[in-house]
């Protein structure tokens, strides 16, 4: 059984200033694994203020403040992972993800399960607004501005070999926008076709199956919530048609958690502000609290 601890890390340096920040206390208040909130770990943010102009050099927005931010996790992170414990760490945006996966490779070698509608592979010349939350996986994998990407010189955070991304579905917008190719990498990619193509307990096998070699010490999970069904879960940013279903989703997390090598979960992206009447994020809660088995 492992014993969570939830570290709440409201950015959103990343993105844009429409309310992902809020992911944290809207999951809260609606019922998300209240004892465990009640030990609940919070990583300061609202000292760094949103700078909606990119820097000349770097080509980002809030590159200085982003690194910051993972500094931060990563110290919160250390103690949590050397006590045993399993951090459930709520965004926010994806340019949080350098932390946890930062505060791994002082530990060891790591993996990382990466489930997102999108790559997250984009170089910042090619990233429209400059928004780190669509360039994270480049970023850990070792692609992208030192600043971010080569933090207290521990490049990449992550090795392409022990990265498996589960449900991407913007290959053609990536392509129209010059972005990367996660394909032309050793990242072992199940896109949405893929997953439709065979039974979804066959896909997570697979995908486990190559985070559970001998080398790792174990592996970090990205959730990002924009990899579910868009007609049933809308509440987010960048909007894509299809997705996983819910049943898709709770399977996924519930092999996730039963895993012995699977050490902790960042969830992001959801906007609370983009659901009117609370009904996604009761929605979301559900199938978080289903997923963990709470």
């Not at 002082?106 to 090619?126: C, I, N, T």
């Amino acid at each position: 059984m492992k014993r969570y601890r939830i570290i709440e890390v409201p950015s959103n340096l990343g993105l844009k200033t429409t309310g992902v920040e809020l992911l944290p206390a809207a999951l809260r208040v609606n019922g998300f694994m209240p004892e465990a909130f009640r030990k609940a770990i919070s990583v300061p943010t609202h000292d760094i203020a949103y700078n909606p102009v990119r820097d000349p050099q770097t080509k980002l927005l809030n590159g200085e403040g982003i690194a910051t931010i993972a500094r931060r996790l990563a110290d919160t992170l250390r103690p949590v992972l050397e006590a045993g414990e399993f951090p459930i760490v709520l965004g926010g945006d994806c340019s949080i993800l350098p932390g946890p996966m930062l505060a791994l490779k002082q530990r060891g070698r790591y993996g990382l399960l990466f489930v997102d509608a999108h790559a997250d592979f984009y170089q910042p010349e090619a990233e429209l607004n400059g928004e780190v939350a669509s360039m994270d996986l480049a970023i850990v994998t070792g692609r992208g501005p030192d600043i971010v990407a080569n933090i207290n010189n521990r490049k990449p955070y992550v090795l392409d070999t022990d990265v498996v991304h589960i449900g991407q579905r913007d290959q053609d917008e990536a392509e129209e926008n010059h972005s990367q190719r996660i394909q032309d990498t050793a990242i072992t990619c199940f896109d949405l076709q893929r997953l439709r193509e065979e039974d979804i307990s066959n896909v997570i096998t697979n995908a486990l199956h190559y985070l559970q070699k001998a080398e790792l010490d174990g592996y970090w999970t990205h959730l990002d919530v924009d990899a579910l069904d868009d007609e049933n879960m809308p509440a987010v940013d960048y909007r894509l048609p299809g997705g996983l279903t819910f049943d898709e989703w709770v399977y996924l997390l519930q092999k996730v958690i039963a895993d012995p090598r699977s050490v902790g979960v960042t969830i992001t992206i959801f906007n609370p502000k983009l659901d009117t009447n609370g009904q996604l994020t009761r929605q979301l809660v559900e199938l978080l609290n289903q997923g963990f088995a709470y």
